[in-house]
């Protein structure tokens, strides 16, 4: 079996203690972080297809989740780049009623491998939270949210219409992704950006900055 392979099975398998030492094995074998990361994330929408064809139930989801955080870890370092903070400050979240944050989070690494300073707000975020912290950070230059379920995108409709009502919007700009969102609802709802992925994100992050 490939190292890939065994990576995808073992964030599969939920198998949190083994899956850094794999990561850093394969890191040491040569192979690509961006690589590694695509065989987990892989693995996640396995692990996705099983929880919706009744295979398997939430704690399994969990523990996959728990697995792939850990080797995300040990694939940190080898992802980020950039000097921190340089580019401006991003406030990130995942929008209120949504627990997911594996995406988000892999959006917040790149961000700040582009070379901003990210203020993370977690996961469940309520519209008026990105409202104050940007309030409290005037220089904030982009606002990012995810919503990663069907039955939250209205909750990222309302914060983009929260956010659109602001004193401040003008000075700031709002990008919104996550599996369910399209370009078409981001148009829709009045964000600035969408982009389907982590990578592109920071790239987008790039440019609307700039
Ligand atoms: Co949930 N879950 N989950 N879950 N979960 C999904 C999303 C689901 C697709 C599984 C399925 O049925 N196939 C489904 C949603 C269906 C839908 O919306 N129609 C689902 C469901 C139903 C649920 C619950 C309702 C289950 C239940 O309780 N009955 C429940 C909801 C809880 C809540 O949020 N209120 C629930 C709970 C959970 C866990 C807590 C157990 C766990 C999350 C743990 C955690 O995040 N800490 C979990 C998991 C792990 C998943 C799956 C299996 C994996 C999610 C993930 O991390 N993917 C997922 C199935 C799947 O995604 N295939 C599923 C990997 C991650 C890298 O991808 O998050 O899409 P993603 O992020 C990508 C892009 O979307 C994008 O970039 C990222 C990296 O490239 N992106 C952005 C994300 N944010 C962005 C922002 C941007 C730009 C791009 O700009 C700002």
Redesign the pocket.
């Known amino acids: 079996m490939s190292k890939l392979q065994e990576i995808a099975d073992t964030v599969i398998a939920g198998k949190a203690k083994l899956i850094g030492g794999l990561v850093q094995e394969a890191l040491d074998e040569g192979l690509g972080a961006t690589d590694i990361l695509n065989s987990?994330?892989g693995a996640?929408?396995v692990?996705?297809?099983r929880?919706?064809n009744n295979e398997i139930f939430?704690?399994e989801?969990?523990v996959?989740?728990?697995a792939?955080?850990k080797g995300v870890e040990v694939l940190k370092p080898h992802l980020a780049t950039g000097t921190a903070g340089a580019a401006g400050k991003v406030v990130?979240g995942?929008v209120a009623?949504?627990?997911?944050?594996?995406?988000?989070n892999?959006?917040a690494m790149m961000i700040e491998s582009a070379g901003f300073e990210v203020i993370d707000l977690g996961?469940?975020v309520p519209a008026e939270k990105f409202v104050e912290t940007v309030r409290a950070k005037p220089d904030t230059k982009i606002v990012?949210?995810?919503?990663?379920?069907?039955?939250?995108m209205p909750a990222l409709r309302e914060t983009v219409a929260t956010l659109n009502e602001q004193d401040f919007r003008s000075g700031i700009k709002v990008?919104?992704?996550?599996?369910?969102?399209t370009q078409a609802f981001a148009d829709e709802i009045g964000a600035d950006?969408?982009?389907?992925?982590?990578?592109?994100?920071a790239q987008?992050a790039k440019e609307l900055a700039a």
């Open positions: 987990m994330i996640m929408d692990v996705g297809e929880f919706k939430v704690p989801m969990l996959a989740a728990r792939m955080k990130i995942t009623g949504d627990l997911h944050d594996i995406g988000k892999l959006v996961v469940d990012a949210c995810s919503a990663l379920l069907t039955t939250t990008m919104v992704g996550g599996a369910p969102i950006a969408y982009t389907a992925d982590a990578a592109s994100a987008k």
